[in-house]
């Protein structure tokens, strides 16, 4: 793999490498946010770190200690970190599309297949930058995302009462920095207000955790129903 | 369900969600169709996500500093500054508020 030992000298670093790190160092930052609202949500450190070391992908871990902050049972955290990790199963099929990875590589590949490297891979043109892309942002992130969920743990058990330090109000602002980037068009922004609407409705109605799972499914029914704008018409039914 | 069975299941899941791109037929996943759902329930969770952190509050709704938290963020997304910032401000937001005793 010729991006490893090339990672080790910055003069031979390809733009994608580059590209790579970069994304891995600000993404790795905010694991201090996750490991410190993971405590606060009422997990252990060791908790904090299985979960970025195992479950490794980043909306996930958030929407599982979200669920558990909300008082939700922990079936429905399962349930709501299990569903907003369907998005990786799509980046795995276009990252087996553009570097073929075989043997031990395809393993290590999946585990390391999340939002930042697939954007990362997906940047470059050439099918050997798009490979050490992927890599130097993949695994850049998971070995800065568990250091920094490490320190932000550490530093969370040390803070005390989290509400006074307004770690309730850094889980708003991380899941709404998670869920901009998607914003970009009307249509999500539509389902964005729909979605966040019927949760507040849910909220006082339902178990915790439950409203959670009642918006994955209406996210479901509307990717089914609605057309994408930039698709042709007819374009999914006559398909192959 | 014990907490650390939920992590554990959790994890799992995630793996063999990630895996599953690599091993089903490319033709299976690559339906313009299972993309949509794939992305709109993204959408609606996260949106989901943020509603419940900013306005839960045991059985019912409350408004509250977090409110502050939501603006504050939304204003430094705005701005496009760094992730990082944006969960920082999102907190002093909210402590601020506290502090000063709402």
């Known amino acids: ?240 | 369900m014990s907490l650390w069975a939920a992590i554990l299941l959790g994890a799992l899941a995630a793996y063999l969600t990630k895996l599953s791109g690599y091993a089903v037929p490319a033709r299976w996943l690559a339906n313009p169709r299972t993309t949509r759902v794939a992305a709109a329930v993204t959408v609606a969770l996260l949106s989901a996500l943020t509603v419940m952190n900013t306005f839960a509050a045991g059985a019912g709704l409350a408004v509250d500093a977090r409110l502050a938290s939501l603006a504050a963020a939304a204003l430094a997304l705005w701005l496009r500054l760094p992730f990082l910032l944006v969960v920082l401000l999102g907190a002093g937001a909210a402590a601020l508020l506290r502090a000063w005793g709402v």
């Open chain 1, 1 to 240: 793999m010729p991006a490893f030992p090339a990672v080790l000298r910055p003069a031979t670093w390809t733009p994608a490498v580059r590209m790579g790190l970069s994304i891995a160092a600000a993404t790795g930052l905010y694991g201090v946010s996750f490991g410190a609202l993971a405590v606060a949500a009422g997990l252990s450190v060791g908790q904090s770190m299985a979960l970025s070391l195992l479950m490794f992908t980043g909306g996930s871990q958030f929407a599982f200690i979200g669920v558990v902050a909300g008082g939700g049972v922990p079936s429905a955290a399962l349930g709501a970190a299990t569903l907003l990790g369907v998005r990786n199963a799509v980046y795995g099929m276009q990252i087996n599309h553009m570097l073929r990875p075989r043997g031990w590589r395809r393993w290590l590949a999946a585990q390391v297949t999340i939002d930042e490297s697939t954007a990362t891979a997906a940047a470059q043109e050439e099918s050997a930058e798009q490979r050490r892309g992927f890599w130097a942002a993949g695994l850049g992130i998971f070995v800065l995302w568990n250091l920094f969920t490490l320190l932000g743990a550490v530093l969370g058990d040390a803070l005390g009462d989290p509400r006074r330090w307004g770690l309730d109000g850094a889980a708003v602002a991380a899941f709404l920095g998670l869920l901009w980037p998607r914003l970009a068009a009307r249509e999500p922004v539509a389902l964005a207000v729909l979605s966040g609407a019927v949760t507040a409705l849910a909220l006082p109605m339902l178990p915790p955790g439950l409203p959670i799972l009642v918006a994955a499914a209406l996210g479901a029914a509307w990717g089914w129903a609605v057309r994408a704008p930039t698709a042709p018409a007819g374009a999914e039914e006559g398909a192959p």
